[in-house]
């Protein structure tokens, strides 16, 4: 029997997550595969691979957010590689986009992440590898190997790295205490829950904390910050209440809308974020609280290590 490298690494990349990719590819020192998108004239897209994968194991990268175009890329470059005889296709998507629809929370609702993780499955992909999903059981909706990478293996340091005089960890709402609680054990910390109720999707009604907030320098922890209407509305109350500062970690930047100007016009100190998805390009967006910490590396090493059939579990702090 060969050992385990009779299959070749192959890396590729979407439109989407391009510059995640590369930096990715410069941390494996390993190339990007060529391939190319040909596009019709109504919008239709046909990617294609410039080389041969057969036999290759073929990580593909790309963070799903809309537009749909960029899911679709990611299932076609999957159903490609198939088709070209690859040995193994693994899609890294940093960032899981419809992750929000992960159950029924109302009335003839989709869940949306269910059809993604079937949709993966018919165009053939073998593994997932992706980081801080919306909810942990989104796992369970697959019938392939998760690697469910946290983000918290570089936002801890970057945390502990502050030296915050009262450092306190604070839940944007009552679903994200479990992640609030892992990180405050870990900074051996006290944990504010901020307790809401919204009026409708992307609407925040009011906020209450539930904890020792005055005198605290809080650092609220979250998995995705999108109109930063719930962000911005928890810091400018934890401030309210006494807090010497404020500060917010959250993986994934979607950062829609009124966003960066919510974050601007807040009480936030600084946004901590990932480079799953990109920021904004666009000068006139202030940006200058945020801070963005890279999870290539971490992803770099988790690819080269189910690459080489390594143990993983080791690399996560969570």
């Known amino acids: 029997m060969q050992h385990e490298h009779e299959h070749k690494l192959k890396l590729f990349t979407c439109k989407a997550s391009k510059d995640f990719a590369l930096k990715v590819a410069h941390a494996l020192n390993i190339r990007i595969g060529s391939s190319d998108v040909l596009t019709f004239s109504d919008g239709e897209f046909q990617p294609s691979y410039n080389e041969s994968v057969r036999g290759a194991t073929v990580f593909i990268i790309q963070s799903t957010p809309p537009p749909t175009d960029n899911l679709f890329e990611l299932l076609l470059m999957i159903d490609a590689a198939k088709r070209a005889s690859a040995h193994k296709v693994i899609a890294v998507m940093p960032y899981f986009g419809w992750a929000r629809q992960d159950r029924k929370d109302k009335p003839r609702v989709s869940i949306g992440a269910k059809l993604v993780a079937n949709m993966l499955h018919a165009a053939g992909c073998d ?7 919306h909810a942990d059981q ?8 998760v690697d469910h990478i946290y983000a918290s293996a570089v936002f801890l340091p970057y945390i502990k790295g502050l030296n915050l005089e009262n450092l306190a960890i604070a839940a944007p709402d009552m679903g994200g205490a479990k992640r609030a609680n892992a990180y405050a054990r870990y900074l051996e910390c006290p944990v504010i829950i901020c307790h809401k109720s919204r009026e409708r999707a992307n ?11 005055a005198g605290k320098d809080i650092v609220i922890v979250d998995d995705m910050v999108d109109t930063a209407g719930t962000l911005a509305k928890a810091a400018n109350v934890l401030k309210e209440m006494g807090a010497k500062s404020v500060r917010a970690c959250a993986t994934h930047a979607v950062f829609s809308g009124p966003a960066y100007d919510r974050i601007s016009e807040s009480a936030l100190e600084e946004v901590i974020v990932s480079d799953t998805l990109p920021l904004n390009q666009d000068p006139a967006k202030d940006k200058s609280k945020i801070t963005v910490l890279t999870m290539t590396e971490m992803f770099a090493s988790i690819i080269s290590k189910v690459y080489n059939y390594e143990e993983i579990s080791s690399s996560f702090i969570n």
């Open 127 to 133: 593994r997932v590898m992706t980081c801080d999903l």
């Open 138 to 145: 989104i796992q369970g909706f697959f019938d392939v190997p």
């Open 203 to 213: 609407v925040v009604g009011s906020i209450t904390a539930i904890g020792d907030v």
